[in-house]
């Protein structure tokens, strides 16, 4: 359950530090565009030694690794692995590269004996990921999907717009394929860190489509995501309304009832029940 | 020296607030053609107690233009009493190593004095006092100034000025009030005279003589430029926080009194609290102190009703302070003296303050580092802590490994009993004093830390530092406002 | 005279530390940090351990801390030993 992911260089002790003091429900620990070929090696043992030493605060721990290109077994996983993330962020992922990256993570996690299986979250940036969207949100352990549109709309040959019109089946497509086999559609990053306004109507879009999560590219946007794709007060009183007129003796054995003149049957009060989860979760309750 | 009758800092008010006459001058051949001239005729000599303003702050050429004349004239024992010192002062070192100015009273220093100090150069003593606390001591008697060295940008023939017009102008005079009411003599000093004054912030009655040099000051080193909000995402989230809690205790509501800093955090603050009071339709009463551009903005918008001023720290704000009659001069008196009737502190509901180091009892340090360099001094901090209904200090919790919070403050400069909130990236802490506070946060769910979990969280972070050792050379002391002494100023171990 | 292998890691940014560490005939730790009062034994410590936890019993390590925590000090270390490694 994710509304905020916020990306945090790896390379970066300043940012390693408080990575987890701006509210994100997860931090991605970036080991690829973040930073430069020269110090990837850097970054690696800088994350590792941070993760096994620093007292971090509660939230999901992701890392995205440099593209996957062969079978063989990258010395970063291999590094990366352990008890203490959570999940792993394939950038440039396509069906054949998250099965590898499924395959790799399961060798790595017999060899070091973990008590817990690592999720996926691939980053849909390439014109081919997008046509075989559904495919790559079917693989096992796939719990999320990321909208990359700048690298996708370098792939598409077209600029990059605020409009964002060249990007809106891409977007469309990643929310049926996340949706369909029950998984996060977390929207690809604004850019513009100084435009807070530019922000909000483009996570308000998002939402609209079926987006449920953002990505982050700056701590100042963590706060707005978060607001944006968190039930409102008026959605969360209306769902104990729901939950609570389902639990009356007169209703609780119907198929469908009615409240104040709409029915209300199965699939609402699943959602019901679904937000106010979410609500607990997220301490809005 | 405490004078008789005063009661250490816990009253509400000093018991004893003796004043002594102001000294209307009785000169009328008022010009003088140098600073050697005055020194002459003043027959200033060993041993005397000189005093200046600091509106000229870092581009101040007065000040290192009377330490000449001291150097030249190789005067000794001298007591210099300026309201700041900063680093364009650093001619005050060789003086300070030779022994011609043997004690320093001030509320602020900064630069190579501040180091030379703290190092055991001086062969006196050094007296912090607060921007309220100074006034006090002169208009009392306590700190008697033989001669007020006044740097005034615009002068006329009679001695009137103001900080408005001319090449070097900077705004409010706050800072000179009492030295010009109290001390035995005044020396206005000026680059720039004019018959057509705009106000008289400066009453020639009490000048005794006047002084016209080619510059006083340097006006990029006068009005440096608008400090520009925090970019830094940790120092934002502090912002932000700091906002939260104000608002969750009610304080954002009309008739809101508001003073905050000039450096990145504090005008963040005071940027986000613009926000919020637009869309609230908010309209607080005013908003006090150093006066920023963002102030005179917020002012200008209607979102305070007036204005008072200490010192300008633009130009935006001299330009408000010239034009608009709702932008109120403020003397230091006026402004922070406990002695003062209708002092503004008193009046405050909400100050933003800094911190070098906060203690598990929420005492404060702003005067030196953990080292025990000296590198400020309260100005304003102890007085607004102690006259704002809400006090809030904002600060990292861990910087480059360093924790703000310490067992016990290396210098205290602001009692906790003053001190309410303290608003870091990890947690915000109440002082437990404040029941009414904590209560009325916890009737909204308001997320708090204690100090003692906030401590234990930065250590965590950084490890047990080893503790520093203080040497036991003194080299001075602080004074709260009231005139007590609160705490002993030690030289630094080589 | 052969020059003595020599690699770096890490910057000069607060909370950071650059690391510099050369080949050598002992073990010597040459150590400046912002915070040297408050953390030198700490972060010897770590870089001892460090150098322990390798095997290396030979090395020149040149520290300049800004307030780097323990795990940089570790890190840096590290990754400076094996760009040290990869020049052989």
């Known amino acids: 359950m994710r509304r905020s992911l916020l990306f945090i260089p790896s390379n970066s002790p300043a940012m ?81 590269s998250t099965l590898i990256l499924l395959n790799q993570l399961r060798n790595i996690e017999h060899e070091k004996k973990l008590t817990k299986k690592i999720n996926i979250i691939p980053i849909i940036e390439m014109a081919t990921s997008v046509l075989e969207v559904s495919d790559i949100a079917k693989v096992e352990r796939v719990n999320g999907l990321l909208l990359g549109a700048e690298d996708l709309a370098s792939d598409l040959e077209v600029p990059r717009t605020l409009e964002s019109l060249e990007i809106l089946m891409p977007r469309a497509l990643t929310i049926l394929a996340a949706k369909a086999h029950k998984i996060d559609a977390i929207d690809t990053p604004f850019i513009h860190k100084d435009d807070d306004e530019g922000l909000v109507k483009d996570a308000k879009f998002a939402k609209q489509l079926g987006m449920n999560a953002k990505a982050c590219i700056h701590p100042n946007q963590v706060e707005i995501i978060n607001e944006i794709f968190s039930p409102s007060m008026a959605e969360i009183h209306q769902a104990l309304r729901i939950i609570e007129a389902h639990e009356r003796p007169e209703n609780i054995h119907k198929g469908a009832f009615s ?16 937000l106010i989860e979410k609500a607990k979760a997220w301490h809005l309750l | 020296m405490i004078l008789e009758g005063f009661t250490p800092y816990g009253d509400k008010h000093p018991n004893s607030c003796l004043k002594i006459n102001h000294r ?61 010192i900063f680093p364009i002062h650093e001619p005050m070192v060789e003086l300070i190593k030779h022994g011609n100015i043997e004690n320093i009273v001030t509320n602020y220093i900064n630069g190579p004095v501040a180091k030379t100090v703290s190092e055991g150069y001086l062969k006196g003593f050094l ?96 009005v440096s430029g608008t400090t520009k909000p925090t970019k830094d995402p940790v120092q934002l989230k502090i912002a932000k926080d700091t906002i939260k809690v104000m608002d969750a205790l009610g304080l954002i509501k009309d008739g809101l009194s508001f003073q905050t800093g000039a450096g990145g955090t504090s005008i963040a603050v005071a940027e986000i609290l613009r926000k919020k009071m637009i869309e609230n339709n908010i309209k607080g009463s005013f908003a006090s102190g150093g006066i920023t551009s963002y102030l005179v903005n917020m002012h200008e918008e209607g979102l305070f009703n007036e204005l008072y001023d200490v010192q300008c720290f633009d130009l935006e704000a001299i330009r ?47 005067t030196t580092d953990s080292h025990g360099y000296l590198m400020g001094g309260s100005g304003g901090h102890s007085d607004t802590a102690f006259g704002s209904k809400v006090s809030i200090i904002t600060s990292n ?55 003692e979990d906030l401590y234990h969280k930065s250590i965590e972070i950084t490890g047990k530092p080893t503790p520093l050792i203080k040497s036991d050379k003194i080299i001075g002391h602080i004074r709260y406002r009231d005139g007590s002494i609160i705490d002993t100023l030690y030289q630094v171990r080589k | 005279m052969k020059d003595l292998l020599t690699a770096s890691a890490g910057t000069m940014e607060s909370n950071d530390c650059l690391m510099i560490v050369s080949e050598s005939d002992q073990l010597t730790i040459d150590l400046e940090s912002i915070v040297y009062l408050q953390f030198k034994d700490q972060i010897e410590k770590v870089i001892r351990e460090t150098l322990k936890e390798k095997g290396i019993e030979k090395l020149h390590v040149h520290c300049q801390d800004k307030g780097a925590l323990d795990y940089t000090i570790k890190a840096r270390l590290l990754t400076a030993i094996e760009r040290l490694e990869n020049m052989r």
């Open chain 2, 320 to 366: 408000s302070y010239r034009d608009n009659p709702k932008h109120h001069p403020m003397s230091a008196s006026k402004y922070a003296n406990p002695c003062h009737e209708s002092v503004l502190v008193n009046d405050l509901d909400v100050v933003i303050l800094g911190a070098t180091e906060i203690d598990l009892n929420f005492n404060v340090n702003v």
């Open chain 2, 127 to 222: 007296t912090m006092d607060t921007h309220g606390g100074r006034p006090r001591a002169i208009e009392s008697g306590e700190l008697m100034i033989d001669v007020a060295f006044i740097a005034t940008p615009a002068v006329n023939s009679f001695g009137d000025g103001n900080g408005i017009q001319g090449p070097s102008q900077c705004g409010a005079l706050g800072y000179m009030m009492s030295d010009l009411m109290y001390a035995k003599h005044r020396v206005v000093i000026t680059d720039f005279m004019t018959e057509d004054l705009l106000i008289k912030e400066i009453d020639g009655h009490y000048v005794d003589y006047i002084v016209q040099v080619d510059k006083i000051g340097d006006p990029q080193g006068i």
């Open chain 2, 397 to 451: 919790l861990v910087k480059s490994r360093t924790p703000i919070i310490k067992e016990s403050v290396t210098a205290l400069t602001t009692p906790g009993s003053t001190v309410d909130i303290f608003v870091t990236e990890r947690g915000i802490a109440i002082n437990p004093k404040r029941k009414d506070l904590i209560q009325k946060l916890n009737e909204v769910s308001f997320p708090m830390m204690t100090i």
């Open chain 1, 16 to 96: 390693l530090q408080n990575a987890d003091i701006f509210g994100a429900d997860g931090v991605i620990f970036d080991l690829e565009d973040a930073v430069s070929i020269s110090e990837k090696d850097a970054a690696r043992t800088l994350l590792d030694t941070f993760l096994t030493m620093y007292p971090l605060n509660k939230l999901e721990i992701i890392v995205r690794i440099n593209q996957i290109e062969t079978s063989i077994t990258s010395k970063e996983l291999e590094k990366i692995v352990s008890d203490r993330i959570d999940t792993i962020m394939l950038p440039k992922a396509t069906k054949e």
């Open chain 1, 259 to 274: 409240l104040d003149g709409k029915m209300v049957d199965k699939p609402i009060i699943d959602r019901a029940h679904k």
């Open chain 2, 24 to 84: 209307p001058s009785n000169n009328t051949n008022k010009q003088l053609r140098s600073i050697t001239d005055a020194f002459d005729k003043l027959q200033i000599k060993d041993g005397m107690t000189l005093s200046f303003h600091h509106h000229l702050r870092d581009g101040d050429f007065v000040l290192n233009m009377v330490l000449d004349e001291i150097k030249k004239r190789n005067l000794k024992h001298i007591t210099l009493a300026p309201s700041s």
